[in-house]
């Protein structure tokens, strides 16, 4: 088995920068971390130094976060030290289609601390509304970086999901690539409802401070939800089949072809059966769905202006319609501030 390493490409985000060279996580320009629970508003959305970017936006009625890998690595970071319980997720364009369709989902997607954008599908539609994202923050990219970071903190981690042995695996791999890291323990994602308790329980008297629930989504979201109170891990993070690649089940695409955005057809080669719906279907579906949204938007933003200007003799303007929380409407009016 090849053990990754931090001079390999898998360590390296998709612009090719090594992260794991800046130890130094922080943030900048971005709003205090919401409380687990709270509802997005696309309120929040403001613009970056560059017009294009902002650290915001919306995407099929989905909050996304637009963060760079090291913004991500800090939030996490900060939330796995303080007092206040964080969940996390990613969001590809397969995880959009199914909120679509999933009202469940797409509410516990509302309801977390940050929602990371992952994918050039996700990039790809941004970009045709205007929006440049900053970074494909995924978590297969990210889990050495988080990892070297918690090791130089003293922050313990959790692994749960995979087939049986696949976490704990990855967790050797990790162990060896990090000797100062700890691992608080690991558990397959094979556990019935009767198992919960246990599994829990475990969890809880890891000590751990962060928790990676690989479960697939939506599964891993709405365990997360329906649990999470009874979790003590302060942040939680969901991360879909990361352990796989971790632990030598499965190898990531070349880097040249996570650097185009085709990840996700070496996916499609080495699991034909089991991803075939999910892209060849899945990503014209998404990209069908975005163009409608922002056509619909675009129709009401429209008619804005004749309702401004619509003003009655008393000078008062008779009702606006709601805008839509979306990216299309927010951007039209943060553009028309400028």
């Known amino acids: ?117 992952d994918g050039s599908g996700i990039a790809l539609a941004a970009r045709l509304r205007g929006i ?33 042995d696949i976490a704990g695996r990855a967790a050797a791999n990790m162990a060896e690539e990090f000797p100062d890291l700890c691992i608080a323990g690991t558990h397959d994602g094979y556990f019935d409802a009767s198992q919960e308790a246990a599994v829990i329980s475990m969890i ?24 999470r109170a009874s979790l003590s891990p302060k942040a939680i993070m969901a991360v879909g089949g990361l352990f796989d690649y971790y632990s030598g089940r499965v190898w990531r695409a070349p880097v040249v072809m996570r650097r185009s955005g085709f990840e996700w057809v070496w996916r499609l080669m080495q699991e034909p059966a089991r991803l075939w719906r999910r892209y060849i279907l899945g990503n014209p579906r998404f990209l069908a769905r975005c163009l409608l949204e922002q056509l619909s938007e675009a129709r009401r933003v429209r008619n804005v202006p004749g309702l401004i200007r619509n003003f009655d003799r008393h000078g008062r303007s008779p009702q606006l319609p709601e805008l839509p929380a979306s990216t299309s409407s927010v951007t039209y009016v943060m553009r028309g501030q400028s």
């Open 132 to 164: 440049t994202v900053r970074e494909n923050i995924n978590g297969t990219d990210m889990f050495p970086l988080l990892c070297a970071a918690a090791a130089e903190r003293g922050l313990r981690i959790f692994l749960l999901g995979g087939r049986p």
């Open 1 to 117: 088995m090849l053990t990754p390493s931090l001079s390999t490409p898998a360590f390296r985000s998709a612009s090719g920068s090594n992260l794991a060279a800046n130890p130094s996580w922080q943030p900048t320009n971005h709003p205090e971390r919401l409380p687990v629970g709270s509802a997005r508003s696309h309120a929040t959305v403001t613009p970056l130094a560059n017009p294009e970017e902002w650290n915001s936006f919306r995407m099929l009625g989905i909050h996304v976060d637009n963060f760079s890998m090291s913004e991500a690595i800090g939030t996490i970071l900060r939330a796995a030290s303080g007092n206040a319980a964080a969940s996390f997720a990613f969001v590809n364009a397969d995880c959009l289609n199914i909120a679509s369709n999933d009202k469940a989902y797409a509410a516990i997607l509302a309801r977390q601390t940050r929602v990371f954008a």
């Open 204 to 227: 809880n008297q890891s000590g751990a401070d962060i928790l990676l629930v690989g479960l697939g989504a939506p599964r891993q979201e709405k365990w997360i939800a329906a649990h």
